[in-house]
């Protein structure tokens, strides 16, 4: 949207007004109103408007999502000022859904191209090498490991079938979604490569065949960044990793 402005040299009564009008107008805005429906029913990507008495913008930010170009006059400079801050703001919120958009993308051709190279191997014996590889390579996670229980007879021998103890099991079956956060000395961070000792974060993840409420393994993610697994982060995509790891490695396990 762009904003005119007609000269009014240093007075404007409107000035010291102009945020309680805001608030004012906001509050009433938050109740249902068929008249903004109506008029947003009019406009469409070629409609031009001229918003003249704007005030703080509120038709003119409203407006602005359908129209072409939308102008805001408004005599009071103070009125115009608290538009251009909160179109400042929609700006600023805009780029950053558009960076979260650009990293979603990212980590969703990092999923596609970590399940191709679990598609590819066709030897069970195979996959806990190429899991932790491609979480290393594709992910940029430094510590991997992985462990998995009630393996078939034919693979028992393979390092990811050791001996787990009871606690790592029973957290494992209690988890319904991945953990994020510091190294709390779980025993499960003893699986990584350096036996958990550089691990400030972690991200456990319980391995489950579909809905099945009982874990017959446990994927382990460790960072010497204490802020790369964060307890207040989303967990989308850890959940996608989890059940891809989940569905390639069932082959192996009763």
Not at 148 to 173: C, F, K
Not at 179 to 189: I, L, M, S
């Amino acid at each position: 949207a762009r904003h005119a402005q007609r000269p009014t040299g240093d007075q404007d009564p409107w000035r010291e007004r102009a945020r309680g009008f805001h608030r004012r107008v906001a509050e009433r805005w938050a109740r249902p109103d068929s008249s903004r429906d109506l008029m947003l029913s009019q406009i469409d990507g070629d409609t031009t408007v001229l918003d003249i008495g704007a005030g703080t913008g509120s038709w003119t930010i409203l407006l602005a999502r359908q129209a072409r170009q939308v102008t805001a006059v408004d005599p009071s400079p103070g009125m115009l000022e608290v538009l251009r801050e909160k179109n400042r703001s929609l700006e600023a919120k805009l780029a950053e859904l558009i960076r979260l958009g650009q990293e979603n993308e990212a980590i969703s051709d990092r999923l596609q191209k970590y399940t191709r190279q679990l598609l590819l191997t066709a030897e069970p014996e195979r996959l806990p090498a190429v899991v932790a590889e491609a979480l290393r390579s594709i992910f940029s996670v430094p510590l991997v490991a992985l462990r998995v229980w009630g393996v078939r007879e034919a693979w028992r021998d393979l390092p990811v079938a050791a001996s787990v103890e009871v606690d790592a099991i029973t957290l494992a079956n209690s988890m319904k979604t991945p953990y994020c956060g510091p190294n709390a000395e779980f025993q499960a961070a003893s699986w990584l490569p350096d036996g958990g000792a550089t691990a400030r974060s972690l991200a456990l993840m319980p391995l489950r065949k579909g809905v099945d409420p009982h874990a017959f393994g446990m994927l382990v993610l460790g960072s010497a960044d204490p802020t790369r697994f964060q307890m207040n982060m989303g967990t989308a995509f850890l959940d996608r990793i989890a059940e891809v790891t989940s569905a390639a490695l069932a082959r192996v396990v009763d």
